[in-house]
């Protein structure tokens, strides 16, 4: 086998042949048009439900202990949220059922404090 030949090398193209920000360039920035406005920023405490109720239940499940969060007042998609949430906070899981959060083991503990910091004024435990 021989050796191969280097194949020249193409020059590089000096510039774009179209560059629709090169008149930019030119331009100084108190030229430009002004930006938008920015908007005020406000510390606003996060919106929830204005009560909820926890409590734990055996009944009908075989035994095994779930807490229950009933009357969020919150629509489905909230809901949906609330307990991806919650599941990823208490290291459990659990299920919307109806209009109530389902969370697997006893939770009422560890629950309130987390429902307070979502925005929830006041949280009953039974």
Do not use: I, Y
């Not at 020249?8 to 193209?13: C, K, S, T």
């Not at 920015?38 to 055996?58: H, T, Y």
């Not at 009933?70 to 489905?76: C, F, I, N, S």
Request: proline share 11%; glycine share 14%; net charge positive.
């Amino acid at each position: 086998m021989g050796k191969r030949d280097k194949k020249p090398e193409a020059p590089a193209p000096a510039a774009p042949f179209h560059n629709p920000f090169a008149a930019l360039g030119g331009l100084k920035r108190e030229a430009l048009p002004p930006g938008p406005a920015p908007k005020p920023v406000k510390a606003e405490e996060p919106k929830g439900p204005a009560r909820a109720v926890v409590r734990m239940e055996r009944k009908g499940r075989g035994g095994k202990e779930v807490t229950v969060v009933e009357q969020l007042g919150l629509p489905a998609s909230e809901m949906e949220k609330w307990l991806k949430a919650l599941k990823g906070s208490l290291g459990c899981g659990g299920t919307v059922e109806d209009d109530t959060l389902v969370l697997q083991g006893d939770q009422r503990e560890r629950l309130p404090g987390l429902l307070e910091a979502r925005g929830v004024r006041r949280v009953t435990v039974g």
